[in-house]
């Protein structure tokens, strides 16, 4: 029997009849025992906890990080999103009473610890930047056990034999490393003749937030599978892995990748496109797990096989993957020649310090181009640092998009010059372009506005071009 742990995304969690139908309950004891599931939080709660994801529209946390007295607010209206989400899945009256008291108490309780923390700030010597990593952890696990806690309970009462394994320590006295939280927590159980239902964020001595941010979930997914010795990890999203965007080159034109590595994987998390964080597709590799990436709404299909042996039998291009709002920040100083290294630790210290995310990065003997993303705010910061520390250097920043054509193998010289002419076909000039020494992606980067029309030029030409000539064949 393949033992299997398993992830349910956020977005697919708020979907949650259809979770229940094509993931959770089987038709027979065997198919449903031996898996394990790792849940997120209900779509948009974990936003709504600490910062949108995509805007940076302040969340609880930052609302307390910036001694906002709207927090609370805030948190009321948290809870009564919670509340409705409990009144949609719980038709029964006392069900429905039991996940509400159970998320109450825990508002409740991170209200007055919150609270707490901000009366003993108020005195010299208590800093509020020294409890906000903190903060920020325990508001961050309150949507993963909202979401635990009410799946558990719906299975119990559809007759399955769920277990909820809390990890977030939320009464836990001494911390521990993740790996021995995992541990002790399956010490127990007999995944033969239990479903454990478990907290994406796991409370543990390294800081889960700190370390992995917002792909927490991820990491104690990808731990779990390798610490009880999964044979397969599976990640259940509400799109299939594919051959682009589908919101933005049409979904009746995608096509799902089938099979492919984790080197393709790496390449798509670093443009935010995550089939799973790096981190943790590093853990599931090195113990030799393939991962598999499902579409919630096509139980049937097999979705995209991700795995360390993978090697195509002839180059491809399999995906072409993108970001748009990058910011693109140039520095040219003509002294800066056989010093450059210098100068790229220095911005590297700057870009660290403003916490935004470096996605792309090119250079010669006296420029250097970074591409970041994150936050206006974030972003402006590191422009005037970066004035304030390089005076006699020119300095532009813009925002661009980062195209990607990515593949397992592939000729990255050919696929250069083909991307390349497919986007001037289209009368868009690309502002750079990388080709990878490692056959393993090439990059176009083109003007913000430019992103949908450059992604569709670019399917077109390596997939829809494709698909034709083999229909010609025939």
């Known amino acids: 029997m393949t033992y299997t742990v398993e992830k349910i995304g956020g977005t697919s969690m708020t979907a949650f009849d259809a979770v229940l139908d094509n993931i959770l309950i089987k038709d027979s004891d065997e198919q449903t025992y031996n898996r394990v599931f790792v849940v997120s939080a209900y779509g948009g709660i974990t ?62 309780e991170a209200k007055l610890c919150i609270s707490n923390i901000l009366e003993t700030c108020q005195y010299g010597q208590f800093s509020l930047r020294h409890y906000l990593p ?18 558990a309970l719906k299975l119990k009462n559809c007759g399955v034999n769920a277990t909820l394994v809390d990890l977030s320590g939320w009464d836990t006295q001494i911390p521990k490393s993740l790996d021995d939280c995992i541990a002790d927590a399956f010490s127990g159980i007999d995944v033969s003749q239990e479903l454990p239902i478990v907290t994406g964020y796991a409370s543990c001595e390294e800081g889960l937030m700190s370390t992995y941010d917002r792909g927490y979930s991820e990491m104690t997914f990808s731990r779990i599978a390798s610490i009880t010795k999964a044979d397969l990890a599976i990640i259940h999203k509400e799109y299939h892995l594919s051959s682009a965007d589908p919101r933005v080159v049409g979904s009746a034109r995608v096509r799902p990748l089938g099979e492919t590595n984790y080197d393709v994987a790496d390449q798509l998390a670093n443009l935010g496109m995550e089939a799973i964080h790096p981190n943790a597709a590093a853990g599931l590799r090195e113990s030799g797990i393939e991962l598999q990436i499902k579409n919630t709404f096509e139980p049937q299909h097999p979705g995209t096989l991700i795995s360390g042996a993978f090697r195509p039998t002839m180059d491809r291009v ?70 304030k520390r390089f005076p006699n250097a020119k300095i532009k920043g813009r925002m661009v998009a980062l195209l990607s054509a990515i593949g397992s193998q592939f000729d990255t ?27 393993v992606n090439v990059q176009f980067v083109v003007d913000d506005d430019e992103y949908q029309p450059s992604i569709c030029a670019l399917h077109e030409v390596f997939f829809d071009q494709q698909t034709q000539v083999r229909s010609v064949a025939i």
């Open 134 to 151: 903190q903060v920020r952890e325990f508001l961050a696990s309150i949507g993963e056990v909202h979401s635990a806690y009410n799946t």
């Open 318 to 387: 399999e995906i072409i993957a993108g970001k748009e709002k990058v910011f693109a920040l140039h520095l040219f100083d003509q002294t800066m020649v056989g010093c450059v290294d210098n100068v790229s630790y220095e911005l590297m210290q700057i870009i660290t310090d403003t916490r935004v995310k470096l996605v792309g990065k090119e250079m010669n003997a006296n420029s250097m181009t970074y591409y970041l993303t994150g936050s206006s705010e974030a972003l402006n910061q590191v422009l005037y640092k970066t004035e």
């Open 413 to 439: 010289n050919q696929a250069l010059a083909k991307g390349v002419l497919a986007l001037m076909e289209k009368n868009i000039t690309p502002i750079a372009v990388h080709s990878s020494v490692r056959n």
């Open 47 to 108: 936003d709504a906890l600490l910062e949108c994801k995509k805007t940076g529209k302040p969340g609880v946390y930052q609302l307390v990080a910036q001694r906002d007295e709207r927090w609370k607010q805030a948190l009321d209206y948290l809870e009564q999103r919670m509340l409705l989400v409990n009144e949609n899945i719980f038709a029964d009256p006392m069900n429905r009473l039991r996940a509400d008291k159970f998320i109450r108490s825990r508002i409740a």
